[in-house]
């Protein structure tokens, strides 16, 4: 019920295409779902999150969709650039007795090509 | 704005051989955890540590073992290093309690030989 399932493991578009990772989860206390954008030897750091309460949210070419019903969410990235070609990684968030856990999905390995 | 710092960002260990992974926070963040990261396999919870003064195992706590020092640092230590730890190995905070964002650092890479 941990788990965090992530797909594809790698995707290759093309500059000015849309990439789309997609993401499911089992436990339904999860309540805070961010994604987390790693280069070459950097560690994550955050891209965009969102809590259950909306099914969008966009900050610029980024844009999570949330399916509640479905547990499932997803990352798109429109007129996706070369720069944009890093790993990407789901995560699902919940509030246990000791503070706030994270579960990671496997991540996916984005390219973008020029 | 230094965040979160780990040292050493790299080191090579022999079968057998301890050694501690340190990382520090300047955020004032409650919340510090130690993940590893395997190709293929995400980010790993190792430890964390809800608060200053409590830590708590993680999904892969097995041949680890962490302080929580003060506020500010928490360290790993592996007591007797084994080849399936060798990994990536970050650490990262967060202001806890619900708050969000998870802040890592650039991470320790490990390799036992």
């Known amino acids: 019920q941990q788990q965090v399932k992530q797909s594809p493991q790698s995707l290759i578009v093309q500059k000015g295409g849309i990439s789309i990772i997609n993401c499911a989860y089992e436990?339904?206390?999860?309540?805070?779902f961010p994604w987390y954008q790693q280069f070459p030897g950097k560690g994550p750091a955050l891209l965009i999150a969102?809590?259950?309460?909306?099914s969008e949210k966009k900050e610029g070419r980024f844009t999570i969709s949330f399916n509640k019903s479905a547990k499932q969410f997803s990352l798109h990235i429109m007129d996706s650039q070369p720069g944009d070609s890093a790993t990407y990684f789901c995560a699902a968030s919940m509030r246990d007795n000791y503070g706030q856990n994270f579960v990671f999905g496997p991540g996916t390995r984005l390219s973008v090509l020029p | 704005n230094a965040g979160v710092t780990q040292t050493p960002k790299f080191q090579v260990l022999k079968t057998g051989q301890s050694m501690t992974l340190q990382c520090a926070q300047d955020?004032?963040?409650?919340?510090m955890y130690w993940y590893r990261q395997d190709p293929g396999m995400g980010l790993r919870l190792i430890y964390y540590s809800a608060s200053e003064g409590t830590t708590d195992k993680g999904e892969v706590p097995n041949g680890y073992n962490v302080s929580r020092l003060n506020k500010r640092e928490f360290s790993l230590r592996l007591e007797s290093a084994a080849p399936s730890q060798t990994s990536v190995y970050f650490c990262a905070s967060s202001r806890g309690q619900g708050a969000g964002e998870l802040f890592f650092g650039e991470g320790s890479r490990l390799t036992v030989l």
């Open positions: 436990n339904t206390a999860f309540d805070y």
């Open positions: 955020m004032n963040h409650n919340s």
């Open positions: 969102i809590r259950p309460d909306v």
